[in-house]
């Protein structure tokens, strides 16, 4: 029998049982509760600002002038941002020589700033590239394996892309804002020190194995078909096998290797031009065949002496790309799981931040344990010394089997005049620069070849997430054209299709009314069911079609409206 008494000791026991058994479950997962916010992290003083390479691949949000992502090429190329999300990762595998399948997971519950927004029914869905194109006679196929990554998160209309810099021998941070059937669609810089809050050095990341985040893990896919049905969500399905993320993960891991071979290749040999041209030769050498590479020839000796005399004293730090697993459904279980979720702070669904620049709501959320935290610091992978071979290693990597027929065939397949071709190129070629393949295969091959995504010469000024949407008054005569024009031709990479850009409504007005031809893509009523009636626009395969046949139905005249804005030929 219980007694008053009893209970009077009974009561205290139970509260503090649970203030121990709440101590033990966070034990060994100190907090990062203390440390700076996301905010204040991207205040922190970049390492090593003095190095040559920092200089020559700076930590600017937009990219260097005369630059842009591998994305903004091909968004460029493709004359306009594809809608929806399947269809943008088509946009990319048609460039696949085989049509392969992309590294495609869902992670419902993750770690990134809108990990809030995601959940069962809208896991967040991750995306890369895995193939290189083929080479023609007259230009270079492109090759994203490792180079190009996207994670698209529905409930917040904004994808993530991390896409590789060619020229600038950087990977490139951009949103998609307000991604979806009724929005405005915008690619943006984001804010480089926000990104690299996470993705520390510049690169992808991922989490390591098992990847109990991801779709791999059988609760998790059992979950999301629960909730959503059999139908593949994004055309990810409810399942993935383990191998893909562990090939996200091996995707990621080149990034971190292509960071440290910039490098290496700038600071290692600091104004070196022949320390370059001997680490690129090398580099080809070990490429072509790796089996009878002699890391004690004479010449591998002779790199390893140039590189002791330029190589940074504190060594150059691979970046640690892959961050702890974390089983986000195990933190629910058992009596560990059930007094978390009775101590820990309660927040709403979707609450949180509900964009990448939203992060006083992001700092709001309870937080990770430190080391499952991609806001914590980590050690570098490893620290590169100047008797390693690593910059020899990256170069190879660089180039894909066909880069290398190509320069094989083209001397007999004798490899002793390839590199006699490497020594005969200028030195300006290896004066301290990004290293770039397509570069130094075009200096290599005769004729030279083209490339598809180099040259900026037609695209568009980049945008900053810092440059605010163009705001417009309820009754702006440019109310139809930013719900039906503007995700196609304002802030276009194609500075042929950007003709809408602007910094205000005047400036946007003034630009509409110098494009006469959109008179015509508008005059619905004379050329359907013509054979221009591919030339009206929107598409009409695009949601903004869609919108617009919709919108039409309730107000009739609303195309001549729009037509009115845009003088005619012969308009007096």
Same mark, same amino acid.
């Given at each position: 029998?219980?007694?008053?008494?009893?209970?009077?000791?009974?009561?205290?026991?139970?509260?503090?049982?649970?203030?121990?058994?709440?101590?033990?479950?966070?034990?060994?997962?100190?907090?990062?509760?203390?440390?700076?916010?996301?905010?204040?992290?991207?205040?922190?003083? =970049?390492?090593?600002?003095?190095?040559?390479?920092?200089?020559?691949?700076?930590?600017?949000?937009? @990219?260097?002038?005369?630059?842009?992502?591998?994305?903004?090429?091909?968004?460029?190329?493709?004359?306009?941002?594809?809608?929806?999300?399947?269809?943008?990762?088509?946009?990319?595998?048609?460039?696949?020589?085989?049509?392969?399948?992309?590294?495609?997971?869902?992670?419902?519950?993750?770690?990134?700033?809108?990990?809030?927004?995601?959940?069962?029914?809208?896991?967040?869905?991750?995306?890369?590239?895995?193939?290189? !194109?083929?080479?023609?006679?007259?230009?270079?196929?492109?090759?994203?394996?490792?180079?190009?990554?996207?994670?698209?998160?529905?409930? !917040?209309?904004?994808?993530?892309?991390?896409?590789?810099?060619?020229?600038?021998?950087?990977?490139?941070?951009?949103?998609?804002?307000?991604?979806?059937?009724?929005?405005?669609?915008?690619?943006?810089?984001?804010?480089?020190?926000?990104?690299?809050?996470?993705?520390?050095?510049?690169?992808?990341?991922?989490?390591?194995?098992?990847?109990?985040?991801?779709?791999?893990?059988?609760?998790?896919?059992?979950?999301?078909?629960?909730?959503?049905?059999?139908?593949?969500?994004?055309?990810?399905?409810?399942?993935?096998?383990?191998?893909?993320?562990?090939?996200?993960?091996?995707?990621?891991?080149?990034?971190?290797?292509?960071?440290?071979?910039?490098?290496?290749?700038?600071?290692?040999?600091?104004?070196?031009?022949?320390?370059?041209?001997?680490?690129?030769?090398?580099?080809?050498?070990?490429?072509?065949?790796?089996?009878?590479?002699?890391?004690?020839?004479?010449?591998?000796?002779?790199?390893?002496?140039?590189?002791?005399?330029?190589?940074?004293?504190?060594?150059?730090?691979?970046?640690?790309?892959?961050?702890?697993?974390?089983?986000?459904?195990?933190?629910?279980?058992?009596?560990?799981?059930?007094?978390?979720?009775?101590?820990?702070?309660?927040?709403? @669904?979707?609450?949180?931040?509900?964009?990448?620049?939203?992060?006083?709501?992001?700092?709001?959320?309870?937080?990770?344990?430190?080391?499952?935290?991609?806001?914590?610091?980590?050690?570098?992978?490893?620290?590169?010394?100047?008797?390693?071979?690593?910059?020899?290693?990256?170069?190879?990597?660089?180039?894909?089997?066909?880069?290398?027929?190509?320069?094989?065939?083209?001397?007999?397949?004798?490899?002793?005049?390839?590199?006699?071709?490497?020594?005969?190129?200028?030195?300006?070629?290896?004066?301290?620069?990004?290293?770039?393949?397509?570069?130094?295969?075009?200096?290599?091959?005769?004729?030279?070849?083209?490339?598809?995504?180099?040259?900026?010469?037609?695209?568009?000024?980049?945008?900053?997430?810092?440059?605010?949407?163009?705001?417009?008054? =309820?009754?702006?005569?440019?109310?139809?054209?930013?719900?039906?024009?503007?995700?196609?031709?304002?802030?276009?990479?194609?500075?042929?299709?950007?003709?809408?850009?602007?910094?205000?409504?005047?400036?946007?007005?003034?630009?509409?009314?110098?494009?006469?031809?959109?008179?015509? !893509?508008?005059?619905?009523?004379?050329?359907?069911?013509?054979?221009?009636?591919?030339?009206?626009?929107?598409?009409?395969?695009?949601?903004?079609?869609?919108?617009?046949?919709?919108?039409?139905?309730?107000?009739?005249?609303?195309?001549?409206?729009?037509?009115?804005?845009?003088?005619?030929?012969?308009?007096?």
């Amino acid at each position: 029998m219980i007694t008053r008494r009893r209970i009077f000791w009974l009561v205290p026991a139970l509260i503090g049982l649970a203030a121990l058994a709440y101590g033990l479950s966070r034990m060994g997962a100190s907090t990062v509760s203390s440390a700076p916010s996301i905010a204040g992290r991207t205040q922190l003083a =970049p390492a090593d600002p003095d190095r040559l390479s920092a200089r020559l691949i700076p930590n600017t949000d937009l @990219p260097p002038e005369g630059t842009r992502s591998l994305f903004d090429h091909l968004v460029a190329q493709n004359d306009g941002l594809p809608y929806p999300f399947e269809a943008l990762v088509e946009m990319i595998q048609k460039r696949a020589p085989s049509g392969s399948a992309p590294v495609a997971l869902a992670i419902p519950f993750g770690r990134s700033l809108l990990k809030a927004q995601a959940d069962f029914a809208h896991p967040r869905v991750l995306f890369a590239a895995d193939f290189q !194109a083929p080479n023609t006679p007259a230009a270079l196929g492109v090759a994203p394996r490792g180079q190009l990554f996207l994670g698209f998160v529905e409930n !917040a209309r904004e994808i993530e892309v991390i896409s590789y810099n060619e020229a600038a021998g950087r990977y490139e941070y951009q949103l998609v804002q307000d991604y979806a059937a009724d929005g405005a669609r915008r690619i943006v810089y984001a804010r480089r020190a926000v990104c690299t809050t996470c993705h520390q050095g510049g690169t992808p990341i991922f989490p390591q194995r098992p990847w109990n985040e991801t779709n791999a893990l059988p609760e998790i896919a059992a979950q999301i078909g629960a909730t959503r049905g059999a139908e593949p969500y994004l055309g990810v399905p409810n399942q993935v096998a383990l191998g893909v993320p562990e090939r996200f993960d091996e995707l990621t891991d080149i990034g971190a290797f292509t960071v440290a071979m910039q490098q290496v290749w700038i600071d290692a040999c600091g104004p070196d031009a022949a320390c370059r041209r001997l680490m690129l030769k090398l580099g080809l050498r070990y490429a072509d065949d790796p089996g009878a590479f002699d890391a004690h020839a004479p010449e591998v000796a002779a790199l390893r002496e140039r590189q002791q005399t330029h190589w940074p004293q504190a060594g150059i730090k691979v970046p640690e790309s892959d961050i702890r697993n974390r089983d986000p459904l195990a933190e629910t279980r058992g009596w560990r799981g059930a007094w978390r979720s009775l101590f820990a702070p309660k927040t709403e @669904p979707g609450a949180g931040a509900r964009t990448n620049e939203d992060l006083e709501a992001f700092d709001r959320l309870p937080k990770l344990p430190a080391e499952l935290d991609p806001l914590a610091r980590r050690a570098p992978k490893r620290v590169l010394r100047a008797p390693n071979l690593d910059g020899v290693f990256g170069i190879a990597a660089q180039f894909t089997a066909e880069d290398l027929r190509q320069l094989e065939a083209q001397d007999g397949f004798v490899w002793s005049r390839v590199e006699a071709r490497i020594e005969r190129l200028p030195d300006s070629l290896f004066a301290p620069a990004p290293f770039s393949r397509v570069r130094a295969l075009q200096a290599l091959l005769a004729p030279s070849p083209a490339y598809c995504c180099l040259d900026v010469a037609e695209m568009s000024a980049p945008v900053a997430v810092t440059v605010p949407p163009l705001s417009l008054s =309820p009754d702006s005569p440019l109310q139809p054209f930013q719900r039906y024009c503007f995700g196609c031709h304002r802030g276009n990479p194609s500075a042929r299709l950007n003709f809408m850009a602007g910094a205000d409504a005047a400036e946007v007005t003034e630009n509409i009314r110098g494009k006469v031809e959109i008179r015509d !893509a508008l005059d619905w009523a004379r050329y359907r069911d013509t054979d221009k009636a591919s030339k009206l626009m929107p598409p009409a395969d695009s949601a903004e079609r869609a919108r617009l046949e919709a919108q039409l139905a309730q107000t009739p005249q609303l195309l001549e409206q729009m037509r009115e804005q845009v003088p005619g030929l012969f308009d007096f």
